[in-house]
């Protein structure tokens, strides 16, 4: 007996120590459970303070692109490409030659306007010329009636006496009939030039204005052999080639202007339910990170989702259907000077972040443009054709070109200005 004891003394150790190591156990794992429990517990608080006090009153997307006008430089006659004085990415300024085409043809097409409207001029200033002509002319046939009549009255107060004959008589008779014919002809011949001429001046006559349309379209046409740069802006997507033949319309090559950019922001249709016209807009850009922070606000919604626009609208009213959240573009403008400072590009990805707080403003936008988008580089053309118009009539006329404005600019339809053109080079 004695010797069993120390033995069994050993194994009752572990025993008693195996419960305690349990215990031990658990309570760590439940020390562990309490303390997440109490974090998630403390970050969904955290998480609902953020969203009632902050978070609900802002919506983002990183659905986000920099848009702007993409302006066409398109010809507007056919001809054939002899320079190109503008490549990718260089900067232009509004009426700046980019593109010249050949100028032969319309250049002998306005000289002959030119020589029809001198023609005409010196045709209509004859009329007027006539008219004073034909007023002469009668004058000095009443004349003569008024002669002949005398004379036929003198000689039939005599004709009793025996002083005059009969002969004589009938002669003075045809002499009036004759002078009475002469007068109705002459009236015929001022009244058919004044048709053509009363009521009007030689700057208004039909005829002046049918041949200064054509001096007008041939100048038009040769003007336009030269193509300006409708806007500032950077040149790109240039196609064409030296020596291309072009048609009016084709597309020759873009220009961006980057002072002129908005960004199209496409939220989930849920999300622009707060959304309304001059909201603040937070926006930042991925080509310059969160180190720039562009502000803009809110200034038009689309007119519709992007899917109900696309070439292949969905068509959900047959077989399966799965719904899909939509996106509706919301158009942001930007600071002109945060732009100015950190230009952007035409493409580039952004993340627009949207202030709801103030739901005053309007969802849709009630008043028109007020700036809308326009050129008059294509005006001085037209100015000019009436300034070679006006020198034309003036010339032919007997007045002296010095009475009319000349043509000015390097595209002046002068023979001397046309000659004086430099050489076009690529």
Avoid: C
């Avoid at 309570?27 to 109490?38: C, E």
């Avoid at 700046?96 to 209509?124: H, K, M, S, T």
């Avoid at 200033?125 to 002669?147: C, P, W």
């Avoid at 001096?215 to 790109?236: D, I, K, M, Q």
């Amino acid at each position: 007996m004695s010797d069993n004891t120390p033995q069994a003394a050993p194994s009752a150790a572990p025993a008693q120590a195996a419960p305690a190591a349990i215990q031990n156990g658990n309570g760590k794992r439940k020390r562990m459970l309490t303390t997440l429990a109490a974090a998630l517990v403390v970050a969904g608080v955290g998480y609902g303070l953020y969203w009632g006090l902050y978070g609900r009153w802002f919506e983002s997307t990183d659905d986000a692109y920099v848009q702007g006008n993409v302006v066409q430089v398109t010809p507007q006659v056919a001809g054939t490409v002899v320079a190109i004085r503008a490549d990718d990415t260089q900067l232009v300024a509004a009426g700046q030659p980019l593109i010249e085409l050949d100028r032969a043809d319309a250049r002998v097409a306005l000289e002959q306007a030119e020589a029809a409207l001198a023609q005409a001029v010196r045709q209509v200033r004859t009329l007027y010329s006539n008219t004073g002509a034909y007023t002469s002319t009668l004058a000095m046939r009443e004349s003569d009636l008024a002669k002949a009549k005398e004379d036929l009255a003198r000689r039939k107060q005599i004709a009793g006496t025996g002083a005059v004959s009969q002969e004589e008589i009938a002669h003075a008779q045809t002499s009036l009939q004759a002078a009475e014919a002469a007068v109705e002809t002459a009236k015929e011949q001022l009244q058919a030039n004044r048709v053509l001429t009363e009521q009007t001046t030689l700057e208004r006559h039909p005829n002046v204005l049918q041949a200064a349309a054509k001096v007008h379209e041939a100048y038009l046409a040769y003007a336009r052999t030269s193509l300006p740069a409708s806007v500032t802006g950077y040149v790109a997507k240039r196609s064409v080639q030296v020596g291309q033949r072009v048609a009016p319309g084709t597309p020759l090559m873009a220009i961006v202007p980057l002072d002129q950019l908005w960004v199209d922001a496409n939220f989930k249709e849920v999300q622009v339910r707060h959304m309304r016209v001059g909201q603040p807009v937070e926006l930042v850009a991925d080509v310059y990170g969160s180190s720039v922070t562009y502000h803009g606000k809110v200034v038009g919604f689309s007119a519709g989702t992007g899917s109900a626009f696309s070439l292949l609208p969905a068509q959900n009213a047959t077989g399966n259907w799965i719904k899909v959240v939509q996106r509706l573009p919301v158009r942001v403008l930007l600071d002109p000077k945060e732009l100015k400072d950190h230009p952007l590009r035409v493409g580039l990805s952004m993340e627009a972040r949207v202030d709801i707080h103030d739901e005053g403003g309007q969802s849709l936008a009630s008043t028109p443009a007020t700036s809308p988008l326009q050129t008059s580089v294509y005006d001085q053309a037209g100015q000019e054709a009436d300034q070679v118009i006006a020198s034309i009539i003036a010339t032919n006329a007997g007045r002296g070109a010095a009475s009319a404005p000349a043509a000015t600019g390097a595209s002046a339809p002068a023979s001397s200005a046309r000659t004086a053109q430099p050489t076009p080079k690529v």
